[in-house]
C-alpha cells in the first residue's frame, strides 16, 4: 500500500528518490520520508502529508548522501503523523522502510521492551528495525542479521534496510509484497514500482517472492526463499518515463479517461486471425485448458470486481457457460466449494492485490487446476501464479480512480468470453458480431469524450448535494455500481448503486430533490421496465439524470435532464457506458474542491488486507 524507494550510487541518492517518491504516491500520501547515511551518520528527514512537503523541508535542510532509503505512507497501523511516518530507526544505527503489514507485531514489542528497546511511533514497522538491530548483535553483518530476522516476521512486507555498520551495502528483501531493482551503471535503485525509476534507468530485475538481495554500486547478490544465491534475469522496460507524467492534462485522471481509446486498441492489437480471439493469446497450452472447462469463478476487488459482474452476465448470456464471481476477500474465508474442471480468473490492475493474491492460493489448495490472471503488470505476483495470461496493456495509471484500467479489463473479459464461449453456445455468426463491434469502439469512445463540456456543465448540480443514486438494469447494474463508486472516491459524496427493479423494495423512500438519481439507459430489451422505474423518480420529485442510446426518444421532464450517448452494440454498452460516468464523478470532485488524484485515505494498490 505504501512505496519504496532506494539506492546506492556514486553520487547523492536524494534527487532520485525524491523524484521516485513523487511518481509512487498513488501508493499513499498520509505522509513521506527518506535517511541517508551521510560521515557515519543516519541523517533522516520526514513530513506529514505529501511529499511536496518533505521536498520543501529538504530546501531548507540541505542533506546529501550516497546510499538512501525513502517512503511515502498510507497509514495502516499509527495515525499519519510525523512519528509514525518512515524512514524508522533503531538506536542511530539502522534505518528501514517497510510496505506491508507485521501481524505480530505487539508480541515483538512486548519482547522487545524487554530488551529495553525505546518505541517512538505507534506502527508495526518499528519492530522490524528493532529485531533487526538486536540480531546484528550476535550476527557477521547485515545481511546475516536480516536474513535471522525475517523469520520471525508475519505478515507481508517489501524492506529496504541500511547501516551505520556498512555504509557501503543495502538490503532489500519481498515477501507478499512488490519489489523491483533498477540496474544503472556503477549504481542500483529499488523501488515498489518500475514506474518509480525510469527517469534513471529501463533495465530492471523483479523480486520474487522470499527474495533478499544485497546491493553495493558495483554488485548485486540474491538469494531465494531457500537461501540459495540465484541470478534472477534483467529485463529491459518498454515505458517511458513521459507515460507517468500528466502533460498537458491537469490531473492524471482526466488523462487517463482520455488515454482509453488507444488502450483499447492496444488490448485488441495482435490477438486476433481472421477475426478470431487466439487462444494462443491466453498463453501456453490456452486452447487444451479451455477444452477442459466447464464453469467460471471470477476473483477480484473494488473496481475489478465491478468488471467481473458485468463479465459473469457476458458469460452466461452470450456463451451459457456457468459464471460465479466473488469479492476476493469473501472467497478467502468462506470455505468455498470449487469443482476441479473450474477455471479460476482473477482480475487485478496490479497485479499486486493482497486478498486476490490470498484467494488465488486458496482456490488452488481447494483443488483448482486452472488459474487465468487479467492484469496490467506482467511482472506482478498474480501473473507468476496464474498458468494462463492476458494483459490489459492499458499503460501505467496513476490516478487512484481506476478508468482505463477498467475499460481495458471489460474488454480483456469479452476477449476471454469469446474464446471460452465458441466451445459451449456462442455461434460463429455472434462472435464475429461481437469482435467487429470491439473493434469500431475506440472511434466510439472518443465520440463520448466529445461529451465532455456537456457533462462539466450538468456536474454543477451536485455542488451542494452529498447523497447519490445510481439504477442500472442487467449488465449495466455493475457499471452503475462502478459510477457510484467513482463518485464517492473522489468527490466523496455518499453514493449507492442499485438494480432498477430494485427501486421499491427500499431505496425509493430516499428519494426527493436533494439526491440526484443517475440511470444508464442504453437501448436493450430491459428499457421498457428501466422507463417505468425512472418515472417512479420523476413522479416523486426526484432529479433524474439519464445517459440515454441516443437513437431513443425522450418526452421532456422538469426532473429529468438526458444526455444524449451514441449507439452501440448492446453486447459491448458496459463499456461505453462507462466513460460518462467517469467524466461525471471528475467534473463534481473538481467542483467540491478535492485532490481528484490522490482522494482522502485510499492508495491505488491494496497490498494489505
Not at 58 to 72: K, M, Q, V, W
Not at 278 to 298: M, P
Not at 593 to 607: F, I, Y
Amino acid at each position: 500500500m505504501c512505496g519504496i524507494v532506494a539506492g546506492i550510487a556514486q553520487r547523492n541518492v536524494i534527487p532520485i528518490l525524491l523524484e521516485g517518491l513523487k511518481r509512487l504516491e498513488y501508493r499513499g500520501y498520509d505522509s513521506a520520508g527518506l535517511a541517508v547515511l551521510h560521515d557515519n551518520t543516519i541523517i533522516r528527514h520526514r513530513a506529514l502529508g505529501k511529499v511536496s512537503g518533505l521536498e520543501m523541508l529538504l530546501r531548507e535542510n540541505p542533506s546529501t548522501g550516497n546510499i538512501g532509503i525513502a517512503h511515502t505512507r498510507w497509514a495502516t497501523h499509527g495515525k499519519p503523523s510525523t512519528e509514525n511516518a518512515h524512514p524508522h530507526v533503531s538506536c542511530d544505527a539502522i534505518a528501514v522502510v517497510h510496505n506491508g503489514i507485521i501481524e505480530n507485531h505487539e508480541q515483538l514489542r512486548v519482547a522487545q521492551r524487554l530488551n529495553n528497546y525505546e518505541f517512538t511511533s505507534q506502527t508495526d514497522t518499528e519492530v522490524i528495525v528493532h529485531e533487526i538491530h538486536h540480531a546484528l548483535k550476535t550476527s557477521e553483518n547485515l545481511l546475516e542479521a536480516v536474513k535471522n530476522t525475517l523469520p520471525k516476521l508475519e505478515g507481508a512486507y517489501a524492506l529496504a534496510i541500511m547501516s551505520i555498520a556498512e555504509p557501503e551495502t543495502l538490503i532489500v528483501c519481498r515477501k507478499g509484497s512488490p519489489l523491483v531493482i533498477g540496474v544503472g551503471f556503477g549504481e542500483y535503485f529499488v523501488a515498489s514500482d518500475v514506474a518509480a525509476l525510469l527517469p534513471v534507468t529501463q533495465r530492471f530485475i523483479f523480486l520474487e517472492e522470499g527474495d533478499i538481495a544485497a546491493l553495493r554500486t558495483d554488485s548485486v547478490t540474491i538469494f531465494d526463499a531457500e537461501n540459495n544465491v540465484i541470478q534472477r534475469q534483467i529485463k529491459e522496460s518498454q515505458l517511458k518515463a513521459e507515460a507517468v507524467e500528466k502533460g498537458e492534462y491537469r490531473h492524471f485522471m482526466m488523462k487517463e479517461i482520455y488515454e482509453q481509446p488507444f488502450a483499447i486498441t492496444q488490448t485488441l492489437e495482435g490477438r486476433f486471425l481472421n477475426q478470431r480471439i487466439q487462444d494462443s493469446a491466453f498463453g501456453f497450452d490456452a486452447a487444451k485448458i479451455f477444452d477442459g472447462i466447464k464453469s467460471i469463478q471470477i476473483l477480484a476487488c473494488g473496481t475489478s470486481f465491478h468488471a467481473g459482474l458485468v463479465a459473469r452476465y457476458w458469460f452466461e448470456e452470450l456463451a451459457r457457460v456457468p459464471c460465479n464471481i466473488e469479492v476476493a476477500s469473501e472467497f478467502r474465508y468462506r470455505n468455498p466449494v470449487l469443482a476441479a474442471d473450474t477455471l479460476v480468473v482473477t482480475i487485478s490492475q496490479s497485479g499486486e492485490t493482497a486478498d486476490t493474491l490470498a484467494a488465488l492460493k486458496e482456490a488452488k489448495r481447494l483443488g483448482a487446476k486452472h488459474a487465468l490472471a487479467i492484469c496490467n503488470v506482467p511482472e506482478s505476483s498474480l501473473v507468476r501464479e496464474s498458468d494462463l495470461v492476458l494483459l490489459t496493456r492499458a499503460g501505467p495509471e496513476i490516478g487512484v480512480a481506476s478508468t482505463k484500467a477498467f475499460t481495458t479489463q471489460l474488454v480483456s473479459l469479452m476477449l476471454l468470453v469469446l474464446a471460452i464461449g465458441r466451445r459451449f453456445e456462442l455461434n460463429e455468426t455472434l462472435e464475429k458480431h461481437i469482435t467487429e463491434e470491439l473493434f469500431k469502439l475506440p472511434r466510439q469512445m472518443e465520440q463520448v469524450l466529445q461529451l465532455d463540456k456537456e457533462i462539466e456543465v450538468l456536474a454543477e448540480q451536485f455542488a451542494d448535494k452529498h447523497h447519490a443514486l445510481f439504477l442500472g438494469r442487467g449488465s449495466h447494474y455493475p457499471i452503475a455500481m462502478e459510477g457510484a463508486l467513482k463518485l464517492k472516491e473522489i468527490s466523496y459524496i455518499h453514493a449507492e448503486a442499485y438494480p432498477a427493479g430494485e427501486l421499491k423494495h427500499g431505496p425509493l423512500a430516499l428519494i426527493d430533490a436533494n439526491m440526484p438519481v443517475i440511470t444508464v439507459a442504453p437501448n436493450n430489451s430491459l428499457l421498457e421496465k428501466l422507463k417505468s422505474n425512472m418515472q417512479e423518480v420523476s413522479a416523486r420529485g426526484g432529479q433524474l439524470i439519464v445517459f440515454m442510446d441516443e437513437t431513443l426518444s425522450s418526452t421532456p421532464d422538469e426532473n429529468v435532464q438526458i444526455i444524449k450517448v451514441p449507439q452501440v452494440d448492446n453486447h459491448i454498452s458496459p463499456i461505453l457506458y462507462t466513460l460518462p460516468l467517469q467524466l461525471l464523478s471528475y467534473h463534481v470532485a473538481i467542483l467540491k474542491g478535492t485532490d481528484v488524484d490522490q482522494p482522502r485515505n485510499l492508495a491505488k494498490s491494496v497490498t494489505v488486507e
